[in-house]
């Protein structure tokens, strides 16, 4: 009797299709991933308009475009995958899965791609959306912005991997992914552009997160960034995603936290 051979992509996308299934009959995860990104920004383009933009070199549209890719990404990714993680584990289904010939990388994965999907097919939306109500021109260096874009992406899966680790329930998932949205909406120039803040505030709120994949996306609009400076932001969103990725493989949890 022949046994079905399966590859990694074969694994990867049924394990996203149910994933996918499962994130339809989660209304409240499916109506904040949606919806709560696509209105923030005019949250922030109330506060901007009041700004005094010019001296810093900034418009409107350069300030609200780039928030509009990080709110999608800590709400459509990150919050929603932190309690997708949870929940999973915590209804024995990452057990189960790993009781198969599915790999732990290829389970996380397969979870993470419905929602990875959502946030990038928002962050398209939304940027053409800004680029076009905003009367902001196309992308000076369109490589900056995908790069930004790309390791925003996967930073936010394995933080949010990270979090769900230390997080006991469902219930306390919101509570758990606080901290995190709290301070990039605050320090990473998402509400607030960072040339806005005090130099020496400034130069530590750059070393957050979600910071660098802000500066990428902005100033890959712009083209303002020099060599050195997007150094220094490729290297600083690489360190934290080489740093929540060893967090995954050292504390991620597959079973209920008791």
Avoid at 197 to 221: F, H, K, N, T, Y
Wanted: a neutral charge; proline letters at 5%.
């Amino acid at each position: 009797m022949n046994q079905a051979v399966t590859t990694s992509r074969s694994r990867l996308t049924a394990l996203a299709r149910a994933e996918m299934t499962l994130l339809g009959r989660s209304k409240g995860t499916l109506v904040a991933a949606l919806f709560v990104p696509l209105m923030l920004p005019f949250t922030v383009l109330s506060v901007v308009g009041e700004m005094d933009l010019e001296d810093a070199g900034l418009t409107v549209g350069t300030v609200v475009l780039p928030a509009a890719v990080g709110f999608s990404l800590l709400f459509a990714v990150y919050s929603a995958l932190v309690g997708i993680f949870v929940t999973r584990r915590e209804e024995l289904v990452l057990k189960r899965l790993r009781t198969g010939e599915v790999r732990d990388a290829e389970i996380l994965a397969g979870a993470s791609l419905p929602a990875v999907t959502i946030g990038l097919v928002q962050s398209l939306v939304l940027t053409a959306g800004c680029a076009v109500l905003l009367d902001v021109s196309a992308p000076e260096a369109p490589h900056l912005v995908a790069l930004g874009l790309l390791s925003g992406l996967v930073m936010c899966a394995a933080l949010a991997a990270v979090t769900a680790s230390f997080t006991r329930t469902v219930e306390s998932a919101q509570v758990t992914s606080l901290p995190l949205l709290l301070v990039s909406m605050l320090g990473s120039g998402i509400a607030v552009p960072l040339e806005m803040l005090p130099d020496r505030l400034a130069s530590v709120c750059e070393l957050l997160p979600l910071s660098p994949v802000i500066l990428l996306v902005r100033d890959g609009w712009t083209g303002g960034l020099s060599a050195y400076e997007t150094l220094g932001a490729v290297v600083t969103a690489l360190a934290w995603t080489g740093l929540a990725l060893f967090g995954v493989r050292r504390w991620f949890r597959w079973e209920p936290r008791r």
